[in-house]
């Protein structure tokens, strides 16, 4: 039994880690932090699934672990600088103009999700930056797959609203259809 649950959390390490990776680093924006989270999101599950515990949906169980480690860490916020992110290696610099421009413009994007009411924003977050699937999400987040649809639906108009109040409606429009898809 053992041997089956190691086998089953090691596949989960191996096929989770780098989207784990990413949906931790999308909220915190600290890449040490960022391992330290995903570090502590695979040592709980470990520990429940040593106990004895049945996991039916790993990859749920792995981002609501990983969720609820971000809230927790949340709550014990820091300020941070850009100088001190610099000084950890960040640099804003980009080698094309357009690379710099679809920079700001995905800053832009993210930034109006993130301005979204939380249960809008956590579904976009998820969907579009984890690629989680519908189902996936419903999951994770212990909700229906018809309230996440709706979610998805209402934030995906609420953001596309405000982005098109925030920038040039005609680009907004190419931008918009070539990040998630024609509306």
Not at 102 to 128: E, H, R
């Amino acid at each position: 039994m053992v041997k089956q649950q190691e086998r089953q959390f090691l596949q989960a390490y191996h096929q989770y880690f780098d989207a784990l990776f990413r949906y931790c680093y999308y909220r915190v924006l600290d890449k040490e932090k960022t391992k330290d989270l995903v570090q502590e999101t695979y040592c709980r599950t470990w520990k429940y699934i040593i106990k004895g515990k049945k996991i039916k949906n790993m990859k749920g169980f792995l981002y609501t672990t990983a969720r609820n480690i971000i809230i927790d860490q949340s709550k014990k916020k820091e300020i941070f600088s850009l100088d001190q992110m610099m000084e950890k290696g960040f640099c804003p610099m980009m080698n094309s103009k357009d690379l710099q421009e679809n920079y700001f413009i995905g800053c832009d994007l993210l930034k109006i999700v993130k301005s979204l009411d939380k249960k809008y924003a956590q579904v976009i977050m998820l969907k579009y930056i984890d690629g989680l699937s519908t189902e996936e999400i419903s999951n994770t987040l212990d909700e229906t797959k018809n309230n996440v649809y709706v979610r998805l639906s209402r934030g995906f108009s609420m953001a596309k609203e405000l982005f098109l109040n925030h920038k040039n409606k005609e680009s907004a429009k190419i931008i918009l259809s070539s990040t998630f898809g024609p509306r």
